[in-house]
């Protein structure tokens, strides 16, 4: 039963590592620039939830201030965009990388001055909900997110395999002065990745706070998101989930089964394995050009 | 504006275009090698460390600036070049002089060890990779505690050379000259590597890939030989900052310290020695500005500015933001514009620098 219970939490986990692994995805599949900032967006997005639910501040009820708290990630991407990446539109990847790092710094030095250092907590309706499955514990919030998780996936993978919208920016990345010559507004495009992405940061964000505490270094986090990203392959959205539930559940099991100290050493052995044996990802999305 | 009559080819690769050039860089190293006699203690140690940040820095730039290839984990093999230069001596009883070499070749080999089998990786996921061997060297610090003395740190010895010591609190001025010399040799070093084939197959590389292997550049070889010197030079600032610090753990080295090394020299702007410099000055200095406003200006109107940790990293992000967005060639790329505009004037055009606009195109289809 210890497994199951062990199969159960690394899954949980796993599906916000791949939610925050979806933003990642979307921003690259979107406009090929790789968002750093997108764990520290994450981390944002819980504290804003919590600002708007926890009665210590404004009290609004959760159902309501989850739809809030969207609105405001959502525009907060859009501003990003706007003022930030707009300005750099075709420039290589790597200033790009370089300007959100340092945009992820920002949020979470602001972070850390509106809201303190000290860990917060959400007040969901879900605390302290717990599920009986085969005498292993899960907890509403758990279940809550990797409902919601496998929702966002199937919705954004619709959305860019069967939209018209979703095709054209997957276009205006693949080639922006292709896709400018044949009518897709380039500029238009990314900011809409942006505002989709902030309000996927925001969700992410929301549903970590529901599971645990919440500091201005949860931005950090990232990084593991970005391994999950990587070993499903940069650009694959169910690659991102696959890869988050991989590291989701790599870590509770080598936490259990290996001596101490090796077990988060594990997710990124994971890691440069994938980089070395298939240096894009478990699901490639890197083909040969056709002439 | 001079104008050199160059009657052979050599002017093109020669270190220094004239003797005015030469007079400017001379006197710079005669200047810095005087400052122990102007500058108190604590002034001195500052300096020592930019030498050392820029150190760093031209390591990384032999890899970012001049091959091309991105990396986020530049602070672990640091922790290789301190640790095991600390270990040689204490464990092995080397002399420094000994110890330092082998300590950048150590770091070197790691260095290897990942370009190797990663040579086909590009731009951002090499960027990931090197993100988490950073995260890895941090943790196998941690695990290695007999060696490394694990979460309690370990601590340096004096440098000896020659019996003459060396130590940071005892007499700065030392070892102040004695990370001048070992800078302005790496220096030396690094521009010669540039004006050599070597350097200009960095370029190549870097510039395109394709070209590269059709001029006959083997690029695997060449990216796998930048990373070794990239971290050969690293591994030698690692090891001076462990000597500098005296004290340090795993923590010292890590992630947040990779990455302020690349936006130090991104700042500092890519692809010049002078780059690597001016990006450890900005790193130096802006502690040293933010406490002085501190105590002249701020606790004056009552704003505390210990309430807010993290101050300088959100500064530096900030003024790396307006040099990515304003001056994409960072503090160098300035200063050869005002540089130009002096030497031409009044003929100065404002595009002179532009370049061509450019459109990104996917990695996914080659």
Known sequence: ?291 | MRITFKTSYDPDINLFKDSIHKFQYIFLLFFSAILPFFLDDYYLGEIALILIWSIAGMGLMVLVGHSGQVSLGHAAFMAVGAYSVIILQIKLGLPFLIALPIAGFLSSLLGILIAIPTAKLHGIYLAILTLAVSILVEDIIVLAEPLTGGVNGIFAPDIEIFSVNFNRYGNIDRLYWLILFFTTLLVIIYKNILRSPLGRSFAAVRDSEISALAIGVNVARVRTVAFAISCFITGIAGAFFGHFVTVFNYETFNVVLSINLLLMIVIGGLGSIHGAFFGAIIVGVLPILISLSRDRFLDGLGINLMNFPGLETGLFSLILILFILFEPFGIYGRWLKIRTYFQLFPLYRKDMFKRQKSYLKTERVR
């Open chain 1, 1 to 291: 039963m210890e497994i199951l219970q062990l199969l159960l939490s690394g899954f949980a986990s796993g599906c916000v590592y791949g939610l925050i692994a979806l933003g990642f995805v979307l921003i690259y599949k979107a406009t090929e620039a790789v968002n750093f900032a997108q764990g520290d967006m994450m981390m944002f997005g819980a504290f804003i939830t919590i600002w708007l639910t926890n009665s210590d501040y404004n009290g609004l009820p959760f159902w309501l201030s989850v739809p809030i708290m969207m609105l405001i990630m959502g525009s907060f991407g859009y501003l990003i965009e706007r003022i930030f990446l707009r300005q750099v539109i075709g420039q290589s990847q790597i200033a790009i990388a370089i300007l959100t790092i340092a945009l992820g710094f920002i949020l979470r030095f602001v972070a850390g001055a509106i809201w303190g250092h000290e860990p917060h907590y959400l007040e969901s309706p879900m605390v302290g909900k717990n599920i009986y499955f085969y005498q292993a514990v899960l907890g509403m919030a758990e279940i809550f997110v990797i409902l919601v998780t496998i929702f966002l996936t199937f919705i954004l993978y619709v959305f860019f395999a069967r939209t018209k919208l979703g095709v054209s920016m997957v276009a205006a990345s693949q080639n922006q002065l292709a896709a400018f010559y044949v009518g897709i507004p380039v500029n238009k495009m990314q900011s809409f990745a942006w505002v989709i992405a902030g309000i996927l940061a925001g969700i992410a964000g929301m549903l970590f706070s529901a599971k645990g505490s919440v500091d201005p270094i949860t931005g950090l986090l990232g990084i593991k998101a970005f391994a999950a990203a990587v070993i499903g392959g940069f650009g694959s959205l169910p690659g991102a989930l696959v890869g988050g539930l991989i590291i989701g559940l790599i870590e509770p099991f080598s936490g259990r089964y290996l001596p101490s100290g090796f077990s988060h050493l594990v997710p990124y052995i994971v890691l440069v394995l994938v980089l070395i044996l298939r240096p894009h990802g478990l699901f490639s999305q890197v083909s040969i050009k056709k002439v």
